[in-house]
């Protein structure tokens, strides 16, 4: 009974690269959460996605930032041309849908921490 | 502007002991309240949650109380544990759940054995 999984774990990439992070939600949950936690902050929220849709990017920066949930395999959060204030974890969560209103609980995953160099 | 203001930033406190976190918000359409647990390295989990019909919710060791006039809610963790060395987020959204939380910046509580 996995929780969200979220990979890489760790990643480094300079300045100028690219960053894929990845996260497959718990099972039976439709709707993906990612947010962001820059050290001694609590955590932004940046997307809130459902299959093959973008419910709410009101919280990602407008360049550079990218998220899809495809109808198959986990969703992505992409950072193009990274910067060192990207440096940050980067945390995935899921819930599922209920009727009209989504239920309150997420789960999170255990985050990716990007650090650039 | 920070949306929900959370204090003390750290707190030690001796096993046995009663821990306090206070929140306090600023957005009157916040609708659910819940506080998160996060351990080094991992991600935060959800401990307890409350809804501004309420005003106080208790789940084993751990009470939210909440003053919706004052616009404050607080965490309290009776026999606080060695185990319970964490760090604590409050958090809120104005749509009824979870999909787009405003969250504090944490609580890191250390309780001494």
């Known amino acids: 009974n996995a929780g969200v999984m979220q990979n890489p774990r760790h990643l480094v990439r300079r300045r100028g690269q690219e960053a894929r992070l990845r996260c497959s939600p718990m099972k039976g949950h439709s709707h993906v959460y990612w947010y962001r936690q820059l050290p001694e902050e609590g955590l932004k929220f940046m997307v809130y996605l459902q299959k093959e849709n973008i419910i709410d990017e009101s919280g990602m920066p407008k360049e550079r930032f990218s998220a899809e949930f495809p109808k198959e395999g986990p969703s992505i959060l992409r950072i193009q041309q990274v910067v060192r204030g990207d440096s940050a974890a980067y945390f995935c969560?899921?819930?599922?849908?209920?009727?009209?209103?989504?239920?309150?609980?997420?789960?999170f995953g255990e985050g990716s921490r990007l650090t650039v160099l | 502007q920070q949306q929900v203001k959370q204090s003390p930033q750290s707190l030690i406190v001796q096993k046995g002991g009663i821990s306090i976190i206070n929140c306090a918000y600023e957005n009157t359409a916040f609708d659910y309240f819940p506080w998160y647990q996060q351990f080094p390295g991992k991600g935060p989990a959800l401990l307890i949650a409350?809804?501004?019909?309420?005003s106080e919710k208790k789940e084993g060791r751990f009470t939210i109380s909440f003053n919706k006039s004052a616009k404050q809610f607080s965490l309290h963790i009776m026999d606080s544990q060695p185990g319970d060395s964490a760090t604590y987020f409050c958090?809120?959204?104005?749509?009824?759940?979870?999909?787009?939380?405003?969250f504090g910046k944490g609580m890191k509580l250390t309780v001494n054995p």
């Open positions: 969560a899921s819930s599922f849908f209920k009727g009209t209103a989504t239920v309150g609980e997420l789960f």
């Open positions: 958090a809120a959204s104005s749509q009824g759940g979870s999909e787009k939380l405003v």
């Open positions: 409350i809804r501004p019909d309420v």
